[in-house]
């Protein structure tokens, strides 16, 4: 795919300021150009690199943004011609990429064990931001959540991961559960022969809801497992060996899924017309979209966006339950591909980044020779064309889309161009010989500026993030790459700073880092941010000698109203429910949503039993207190356990297995009340 470059000139007086510092380095910079992407010179070629991709399963609408990179020629226009390989009952992606039968698959949250073995896996992109995985029971066999499993026989596919991880996160030992091998079919389920099975959410629903029999689902995320869902991956050897093709692929197939979202009906069509191998009906696959869609999220996220927090997050999960080692940290740099995370645009890296830093370095030197040509008559014709092209290569600094500052040694600016000026809101006469600390807008450590002084002054270049400030006072983030600039005889003589507003970027990262600690239905924090506020409470109190509470609170006759009413009911009642709870304490206490029905409370600095028992009490009275949706009355109670460190114990697990079996004593008894572990 040929590539062209425009550059438009720029009137000469909107250029004076600048062109003497960048005086005839154009073949220079084609030279360095040409360096940084070598690709430029295959420009005509028309051989196609031949790629595997292992998908997960057989051909539905799973895969739907892969059929479109196909049949739009995405790959081809990226010198590729990729085979798609569809899965066989029991097989794993990870396994074919790693022996080398494909160069990349889909996979999921399980990469990051097979990451923490030491496999080399490296994942490009999280096409689903959610897993769909989940366990379907009939509302005939009374399964309200993971606890009512134990005993039970549950069909459970290869590589469960996320199901395993809640069983554990649940304290459902691994051996409660008597596992029957999944035959990919509900028949069992309907039958009698199981009681559960997992599956996903995209897919299996749509049978019992055809048949309209009615089901529920336990979700991971529900119990503070959200973890990402298929996510493209390859391995090590490839990224090394073959970097361009890595960033072909994984360009080529996040634009083949952004047209399949954007154009579902024609993707249903192509796939009942040619990859339609297990015979579905347009209804399964229009379904399979639908629920796709709200998994991928591409109204919040570019498709095939990946927080490497995120990652960390399930690495440290899945540690936490035992299921990876301990011992040592997980590779999460290794495991993440360079080139996924959102920051300045590729060409802007490739030639910003370096022949822009390379040019200007340059061209403070070429200026002495300028001034010494312009005085040589021989010289007159060749400077006015040299001056003739800087122009154009200044123009397109002025007109870069991100904002470009190059101050003296001393730091006082010499030069901003109009990008700065239409971010920051100053003009370049406002800021000239004012040095870039007026933009700050937070604290750092000194640690911070000294590890940049020593970076920029040793010849390196400094990548890092500021909270800056605007003169109208608003708070922006900044992603910044500075570099020194020498002359000929090593000696400082600026320094150059290229920088891009991330400031939409890191307003997302807060939103999904939200959403991974808080319970999408209610917004309180899930089951995975209470633990880790539990952990910090018993660190205090046994540091201040104080004491602190453990409320279990389960809702009585939830189930009924949620089967009589519906699930828009149901949630309905469950954010109700939150808020009410979320009344009854403190700011400094917590409120959490547990999964399903269940909720817990953490009381802080308690003294004595009076204030738990004023807590519960008004718990109880509200949560009693009629719900009303869409014009009905509905009624619930609740049971609630309580524990208290340090009386009940003085470990995490002790004391939530105390209150979980104080609140089942008061459910098996009167109900709608309290009652103490001791």
Known sequence: MKRRFLIAPCPAKSCSSFPSILFGIIPLAAFFLLLLHP???????????????????????????YYAAVEKGYYRDAGLMVTLREAAQGSNSAEAVLNGEAQFGVGGSSLVLMRAEGKPVVVLAAILQHSPLGILSLNANNIRNVHDLAGKRVMLEPMSAEVMALFRAEGVPDDAIRVVPHEFSLEKLLNGEVDAASVYSTTEPYQLEKRRIAYSIIYPERSGIDFYGDTLFTRREVVQKQPEVVRQFRDASLRGWKYALEHQDEMIDLILKRYNTHRLTRGQLAYEAGELQKLIRPDLVEVGYMNPGRWQHIADTYSQLGMIPASKPFPLES???????????DWLYGTLGGAMVIIIAVSVVAIRFHYLNAALNDQMQLRDKAEAKLRKLSAAIIQSPVSIVITDTTGAIEYVNPKFCELTGYTAEEVAGQNPRILRGSILPPEFYGDLWRTILAGGLWHGEFLNKKKNEELFWEHATIAPIWDA?????????????????????EKLNHMAHHDELTGLPNRALFFDRIGQALAHAKRSQTGFALLFVDLDGFKTINDTYGHDSGDALLRETARRLAGCVRDSDTVARMGGDEFAVMLLDVADLGHITQVAEKMLTLLSMPFMFKGLECHVGASIGISIFPQDGDAVDTLMNTADMAMYRVKQGTKNNYAFAS
């Open 335 to 345: 495991f993440l591909h360079a080139g996924e995370q959102p920051r300045l645009p």
């Open 39 to 65: 690709a430029l010179l295959l420009a005509g070629t028309t051989v196609l690199t031949p790629v595997t991709l292992q998908l997960k399963w057989k051909h539905q609408f799973q895969f739907a943004g």
């Open 489 to 509: 005889q090593g000696e400082l003589t600026n320094f150059v700073a290229i920088k891009e507003d991330i400031t939409e970027r890191k307003m997302l990262q």
